[in-house]
């Protein structure tokens, strides 16, 4: 009876290679010496290695030609015990082998049976999970805020004949992946306008990932962007991580103030833009990624292109689409528009009913906000927050903006205060406000419209025109 078990039944042995290719685990079979039996089917598809290179080669001689990284062969034929390795091989693919001696009748390891199973996949799900966990933390974050603020939908206003512009372009440009660089002083919309062209892109359902160059400490950039690999460096994280551009593969990156990375960065994120591959801080596998491109700055890049600071082939790769977005002085018609979303926006969050006297709106309108968009929004809450009556008065708004941009001289006429500085308005504005600080200081000085109109000798509506 135990000799029919020893005896194995002649149907298995034939098909014994066909029980081998039916199992889930890949087996590589290699004798006592080293030399390759066989492999079965799955290993074949796990490791991307076909039975003919390996049949009859040395495990060692297979080493040695940077096939695969490790072998349990040796150490088992040697210990006579099974053992459990990590093998990379020359495919990229990581395996966790366990080996198993099988022992002849005199007591020796005849054959090593290894299992072979890819971790790949489970690197690849766990990196997965790492990309879902921060989008599910950046999608927690966007939702704090906007519960914070009790508001409804952020609005976007673009109202200005130029923004409309604007969005026509990035509407036109968002699904051909072609990268954007948006450029404009602090606070006027970058961020709001690199989100728009995600949403108007065909990767409107995939993530869209912002990341504030000034924020990362310089030495970690380049794993922040392109992940890292197990134990890269002091301080990493044991199983490693995935960058951002990982983890926006299909989506959107937005680099905001790319004006501020380092050199050495920038050479790294060209390559990348150009291969559209990377390599993990400390590993050696190519990644392919799939990322759209959105670059902001307020630094004038051409200078620091000319300057030295900002390499100009990826100036040149950055600036496929270039889209200035104006200060907000140079689009006055969105002022308004904006002011009223905001107070309508803070006012529901207050529980107040604010509103602006024609003359609280006119003193916003002619205002020069240096601090653009993000200077009128929190103005504006300031003011729902701590105007003691409902309806703001020109008196109401803070000092910096009803101060005139002109002057009265000792003998208490106006001037202009010319303060020319990198950015001034274009004349034609200039102008305009002077000739209206003129107007509210003549009828100031005359009483009246009508007796303005007479003294300077103009129409009363012209006035009022120009008033308004
Ligand atoms: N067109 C707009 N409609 C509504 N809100 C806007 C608009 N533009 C800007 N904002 C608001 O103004 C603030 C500043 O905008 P944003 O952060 O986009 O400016 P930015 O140009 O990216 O600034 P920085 O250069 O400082 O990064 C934000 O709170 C934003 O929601």
């Not at 105007?387 to 708004?397: F, G, H, K, M, T």
Request: glycine letters at 6%.
């Amino acid at each position: 009876m135990s000799e029919n078990v020893q005896q194995p039944d002649p149907l298995i042995t034939k098909n014994i290679h066909g029980i081998f290719d039916v199992l889930s685990d890949g087996i590589y079979i290699s004798d006592r010496f080293g030399k390759t039996l066989t492999v079965n089917q799955r290993y074949e598809k796990l490791t991307g290695l076909s039975k003919k290179e390996l049949i009859n080669r040395n495990v060692t001689e297979l080493v040695n030609d940077g096939v695969y990284d490790t072998i349990l062969n040796p150490k088992i034929v040697a210990t006579g015990k099974s053992c459990t390795s990590i093998q990379v091989n020359k495919k990229g693919r990581r395996l966790v082998l366990t080996g198993y001696p099988i022992f002849d009748d005199a007591g020796d390891v005849n054959l090593v049976v290894t299992f072979a199973r890819d971790i790949t996949a489970i690197g690849d799900l766990r990196n997965q999970l790492a990309a879902e966990k921060r989008l599910v933390e950046q999608y927690h974050e966007k939702f704090k805020s906007i519960t914070a603020d009790n508001s409804l939908e952020p609005s976007v206003v673009l109202e200005s004949p130029k923004m409309k512009e604007l969005v026509t372009l990035l509407k036109r440009v968002a699904p051909t992946d072609a990268t954007v660089l948006l450029l404009g002083e602090t606070g006027v919309g970058k961020d709001v306008l690199a989100r728009k062209t995600h949403e108007f892109s065909l990767r409107s359902s995939r993530p869209f990932f912002k990341v504030d160059c000034t924020t990362i400490p310089e030495n970690l950039i380049e794993s922040e962007l392109f992940g890292y690999a197990p134990g890269a460096f002091s301080g990493a994280h044991s199983k490693g991580k995935i960058g951002f551009f990982e983890m926006a593969e299909k989506g959107t990156l937005f680099l905001d103030e790319i004006g501020e990375l380092p050199l050495l960065m920038q050479g790294k994120l060209l390559r990348v833009l150009q291969d559209q591959e990377l390599i993990r801080v400390g590993d050696t596998k190519v990644r392919k990624v799939d990322v759209r491109i959105i670059a902001a700055t307020n630094r004038n890049l051409e200078e620091e292109v000319k300057s030295g600071r900002f390499r100009s082939d990826l100036f040149y790769r950055l600036k496929v689409t270039e889209a200035n977005i104006p200060p907000l002085r140079e689009r006055h018609e969105d002022v308004l528009p904006l002011a009223q979303m905001f107070i309508q926006r803070y006012s529901q969050k207050y529980r107040r009913n604010v509103a602006l006297t024609p003359g609280a709106q006119e003193a916003l309108r002619a205002h020069h906000w240096p601090g653009n968009v993000r200077e009128l929004e929190n103005m504006i809450q300031s003011l729902v927050v701590t105007s003691a009556s409902d309806i703001v008065q020109p008196y109401d708004l803070p000092e910096s903006v009803t101060r005139r941009r002109t002057q009265a001289n000792a003998d208490g006429n106006l001037e202009p205060c010319i303060a020319l500085g990198d950015n001034p308005p274009p004349l034609r504005e200039m102008v305009k406000d002077f000739e209206r600080q003129l107007l509210q200081k003549a009828i100031e000085t005359y009483g009246s419209v009508p007796k303005v109109a007479k003294k300077l000798k103009v129409d009363r509506s012209t006035i009022f025109r120009k008033l308004r």
